[in-house]
């Protein structure tokens, strides 16, 4: 059974796979190392056998390339998983959970926004009361203000 593939990264000329049901299986990864090698368009394989990693440079498309590592038996590219993989993803996810908690907790007086822009002016406070006002203090208000002048967009 030919293994599955996910993308991890992508760029025009480079592509980043993961293979994780090889991981760990050094000889699977020289073997795919080597034959797209062979394949025309690919400038570079790096494999990393312990994260189940392969990064390929490619003057081909993409496409092309994982047409001819299916055929080839090497692996099968298969759709990205639904769940978020970027950290801002996943930072989006947690601030909408916290703006659903906060709402319901404070019966939909305050929402994650407000709470914060009060967590950064009280930090502000905190900073200009220790004496830091050109650093933090005024970073942190700079935000605070940033937050409060965004509301309307």
Known sequence: MIPAAEVRHALSKRTRLAVVERRGQADYFAAVTQTLQDCGGVTSVAANPVTGSLLI?????????????????????????????????????????????????????????????LSLIALAAVQAARGQILGPASTLLWAALSLVRSEGK
């Open 57 to 117: 440079e490619h003057a081909q498309p993409w496409a092309d390339i994982a047409t001819y590592a299916e055929a080839q038996g090497l692996f099968r590219i298969q759709a990205a998983r639904a769940e978020a993989h970027t950290p801002a993803a996943q930072a989006a996810l947690g601030l909408a959970a916290m703006d659903s908690a906060v709402k319901r907790v404070t019966e939909g007086d305050l929402n994650a926004r407000s709470v914060i822009l």
